[in-house]
């Protein structure tokens, strides 16, 4: 499928009046319609990209709702002098008649955004009119990357991204919107095929990785992560096993469910109250708890006679 045929950047005139209320939550003062320039744009879609991933159409929904007044950034000969535009509105768009590769209807989501009609964005608004500003990048970050055939967390299974497994495509799933950053506009009448339609926190840290200079800082990053998700882990195995000694908890495999889906902080206030629980009931257990980190520190008063 191509999806370049359809610009990424729709003309527009002036908004109507309800289009205005709604730029106007976003505007220090009241804007009036002659004041702003308003244009549509299409941040991501749910085809599988080149890197063998695509947005779910429900992470498309959750990415509509958190792009709504993320600022634009117009490449960068364009930020310096502070240019920006704002989405004031998004929407899911279905794109008739087109299928994915992953054969389901071709959705994407569709920004509205607004620029002032300052002297200073004169030329900007003119690229906007020229066509010559099409492609917009967006950074957002997603919660889960799993295979498509088996649902594992990408890459933890032996599929292949591009094959086909019982009538199957394998590719990944990008599913759990988690956060929308921004967006930018890149100038490429050079590479109308550059696709630069979709970029993803999640991409973008692979591709900084090959880049000179960042391979260290991303490096570093992925240890704090490995480090984060060891955390956790050790943290939802340890409120499995209070759950358990509590004797009055939740099923053992209800709670290493509920467990999985919960973060730090739930996770600290669960371990506190079964922690209380467990020791009630037997005194002797916390006291383990507190005997491994004396195994740490062996000169403690609780083990001096
Ligand atoms: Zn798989």
Redesign the pocket.
């Known amino acids: 499928m191509n999806i370049k045929k359809q610009a990424s950047c729709a003309l527009s005139a002036q908004p109507d009046d309800a289009e205005l209320e709604l730029i106007n939550q976003f505007s220090r003062k009241q804007l009036a319609a002659q004041e702003v320039y308003t244009f549509a744009v299409r941040l991501c879609d749910n085809e599988i990209d080149r890197d063998g991933e695509r947005f779910e159409c429900g992470t498309l929904e959750e990415l509509a709702k958190l792009f709504v007044g993320k600022t634009g950034i117009f490449d960068h000969q364009w930020t310096a002098a502070g240019q920006t535009a704002r989405l004031y509105r998004t929407e899911v768009v279905e794109e008739p008649g087109v299928l994915t590769a992953a054969g389901d209807g071709c959705r994407y989501v569709k920004g509205y955004a607004y620029v002032l009609r300052t002297a200073g964005n004169e030329e900007l608004i003119a690229q906007l009119e020229g066509g010559i500003l099409r492609e917009v990048s967006v950074g957002c970050a997603v919660e889960r990357a799993v ?1 498509s ?2 649902g ?1 967390q990408a890459g933890s ?1 032996a ?1 292949r991204k591009g094959e086909v497994y019982d009538g199957k495509l394998c590719y990944t799933s990008l599913q759990g919107a988690a956060d929308a950053f921004e967006w930018s506009f890149v100038a490429v009448p050079a590479q109308p095929k550059a696709g630069v339609l979709k970029h993803k926190g999640y991409t973008e840290m692979k591709e900084l990785a090959g880049q000179e200079g960042w391979a260290h800082e991303v490096e570093q990053l992925e240890k704090q992560a490995e480090l984060g998700r060891r955390y956790l882990s050790a943290l939802r195995n340890e409120v499995v096993r209070l759950n358990g000694l509590t004797g009055e908890g939740v099923d053992h495999e209800v709670m290493e469910a509920i467990a999985e889906k919960l973060g730090e902080k739930e996770l600290l206030e669960l371990r506190r109250v079964y922690a209380d629980k467990a020791a009630k009931r037997f005194p002797l257990v916390t006291q383990l708890d507190h005997g491994m980190k004396q195994q740490e520190k062996p000169v403690d008063g609780a083990f001096l006679i």
Do not use: E, L, S
């Open positions: 295979c055939v088996c594992k299974c599929h």
